[in-house]
């Protein structure tokens, strides 16, 4: 009888685990882009952003991402709050171009020096039936190639 029970318990343990792996289609697609941020397009927002100060360490483009490495003081930059805003403007170029800013929120008040790394989807910036742009985000010295 003992041995009966531990059979079971065991089938039933492993039945649960196995049920805890399967997902739905609806989570698939909200993680499918592995990205952490949304790009906000507004040319209000555009206008008036203001950041605190950062320095840009590292900027690269991996599929839909966009990967930013910035450096600002702080005490451990985990209250920093981040937005990446679109103007709207395209320049009709070849490619074409699109022009943003990147917004750094620290209320931290120490000297240290830390870098973070945040992640922001592009697919909202996309034009359709162009395939790349070429992004200018303020204060980064060079234009990101974005092929989609």
């Known amino acids: ?20 792996m399967t997902c739905d289609d609806e989570d698939i697609d909200m993680d499918k882009s592995g990205c952490g941020y949304e790009v906000v ?3 209000n927002e555009y206008d008036g952003l203001l950041s605190d100060h950062f320095n840009f360490v590292d900027a690269e483009i ?13 005490c451990t930059g985990d209250t920093w709050g981040f937005r990446l805003v679109d103007s709207e403007a395209v320049a009709e170029s070849l490619p074409e171009q699109r022009f943003l800013k990147f917004q750094l929120n620290n209320e931290e ?6 870098e973070k790394t945040i992640s922001f989807d592009l697919r909202v910036l996309q034009i359709h039936e162009s395939g790349e742009l070429l992004l200018n985000i303020d204060g980064l010295e060079d234009s990101l190639s974005y092929k989609y």
């Open 1 to 20: 009888m003992f041995e009966f029970v531990k059979k079971t318990s065991f089938y039933i343990v492993f039945l649960f685990c196995f049920l805890n």
């Open 41 to 43: 397009v507004d040319k």
């Open 62 to 74: 991996v599929g839909d991402c966009l990967f930013l490495k910035i450096a600002a003081s702080g």
């Open 109 to 114: 008040l120490c000297l240290a020096v830390f």
